[in-house]
Protein backbone atom coordinates (compact mmCIF):
# COMPACT_ATOMS: atom_id res chain seq x y z
CA UNK A 1 0.00 0.00 0.00
CA UNK A 2 1.61 3.59 -1.12
CA UNK A 3 2.10 5.89 1.89
CA UNK A 4 1.03 8.63 -0.27
CA UNK A 5 -1.13 9.06 -3.48
CA UNK A 6 -2.29 12.16 -5.42
CA UNK A 7 -5.69 12.41 -7.41
CA UNK A 8 -6.76 15.65 -9.42
CA UNK A 9 -10.44 16.66 -10.78
CA UNK A 10 -9.87 18.24 -14.10
CA UNK A 11 -13.21 21.27 -13.92
CA UNK A 12 -14.44 20.18 -16.89
CA UNK A 13 -14.56 16.77 -15.63
CA UNK A 14 -17.79 15.10 -14.97
CA UNK A 15 -16.43 13.27 -11.55
CA UNK A 16 -17.27 15.05 -8.95
CA UNK A 17 -14.66 15.71 -5.95
CA UNK A 18 -16.29 13.64 -3.39
CA UNK A 19 -15.81 10.94 -6.12
CA UNK A 20 -12.53 11.21 -6.60
CA UNK A 21 -11.97 11.44 -2.93
CA UNK A 22 -14.06 7.83 -2.60
CA UNK A 23 -11.83 6.59 -5.80
CA UNK A 24 -8.25 7.75 -4.82
CA UNK A 25 -9.27 5.81 -1.13
CA UNK A 26 -10.32 2.44 -2.70
CA UNK A 27 -7.21 2.79 -5.13
CA UNK A 28 -5.06 3.55 -2.57
CA UNK A 29 -6.74 0.40 -0.68
CA UNK A 30 -6.76 -2.00 -3.56
CA UNK A 31 -10.99 -2.32 -3.59
CA UNK A 32 -13.94 -1.67 -5.08
CA UNK A 33 -15.37 1.59 -4.21
CA UNK A 34 -18.19 0.33 -3.28
CA UNK A 35 -16.47 -1.79 -0.23
CA UNK A 36 -15.17 1.64 1.19
CA UNK A 37 -16.01 1.35 5.16
CA UNK A 38 -16.57 3.88 6.86
CA UNK A 39 -18.82 5.37 3.76
CA UNK A 40 -17.41 8.96 3.28
CA UNK A 41 -20.67 10.12 4.24
CA UNK A 42 -19.63 9.14 7.77
CA UNK A 43 -16.40 10.78 7.91
CA UNK A 44 -17.70 14.56 6.32
CA UNK A 45 -20.03 16.53 4.75
CA UNK A 46 -19.79 15.66 0.78
CA UNK A 47 -22.46 18.42 -0.47
CA UNK A 48 -20.94 21.43 1.98
CA UNK A 49 -17.41 20.05 0.78
CA UNK A 50 -18.53 20.20 -2.98
CA UNK A 51 -20.38 23.68 -2.48
CA UNK A 52 -16.96 24.84 -0.79
CA UNK A 53 -14.67 23.91 -3.99
CA UNK A 54 -17.56 24.37 -6.12
CA UNK A 55 -16.68 28.45 -6.39
CA UNK A 56 -15.80 29.75 -9.78
CA UNK A 57 -12.22 30.85 -8.72
CA UNK A 58 -11.13 27.30 -7.52
CA UNK A 59 -8.34 27.41 -10.00
CA UNK A 60 -6.78 30.55 -8.20
CA UNK A 61 -4.05 30.37 -5.54
CA UNK A 62 -5.68 29.90 -2.16
CA UNK A 63 -4.57 28.79 1.40
CA UNK A 64 -7.79 26.60 1.13
CA UNK A 65 -7.03 23.79 2.45
CA UNK A 66 -9.49 21.00 4.04
CA UNK A 67 -8.17 17.92 5.91
CA UNK A 68 -9.75 15.40 7.19
CA UNK A 69 -9.10 11.37 8.86
CA UNK A 70 -10.98 8.47 6.02
CA UNK A 71 -9.76 5.15 7.44
CA UNK A 72 -6.22 4.98 8.08
CA UNK A 73 -5.70 7.86 5.65
CA UNK A 74 -5.46 11.55 6.03
CA UNK A 75 -7.21 13.04 3.29
CA UNK A 76 -5.69 16.44 2.23
CA UNK A 77 -8.59 18.48 -0.66
CA UNK A 78 -6.20 21.55 -1.63
CA UNK A 79 -8.01 24.69 -3.52
CA UNK A 80 -7.59 23.43 -6.84
CA UNK A 81 -9.67 20.23 -6.18
CA UNK A 82 -6.40 17.94 -6.03
CA UNK A 83 -6.76 15.60 -3.71
CA UNK A 84 -4.00 13.72 -1.85
CA UNK A 85 -3.43 11.33 0.73
CA UNK A 86 -1.34 10.37 3.29
CA UNK A 87 -1.19 7.33 5.70
CA UNK A 88 -1.56 8.44 9.04
CA UNK A 89 1.89 9.47 10.85
CA UNK A 90 3.08 10.26 7.57
CA UNK A 91 4.54 13.78 6.16
CA UNK A 92 1.81 16.17 4.65
CA UNK A 93 0.49 17.46 2.32
CA UNK A 94 3.45 18.83 0.56
CA UNK A 95 4.71 15.56 -0.03
CA UNK A 96 2.70 13.60 -2.81
CA UNK A 97 -0.61 14.23 -4.12
CA UNK A 98 -3.22 12.33 -6.70
CA UNK A 99 -5.77 13.45 -8.61
Do not use: C
Not at 3 to 29: K, N
Not at 37 to 48: I, K, W
Not at 67 to 75: D, P
Amino acid sequence: MDTEARAVVPEESPETLTEAIVEAVAEAEGIDPIELRPSLYDVVDPDALELLYAQPDRSRASNLRVTFAYGTWQVHVHRDGTVQLTEHGQPGPDSRKHR
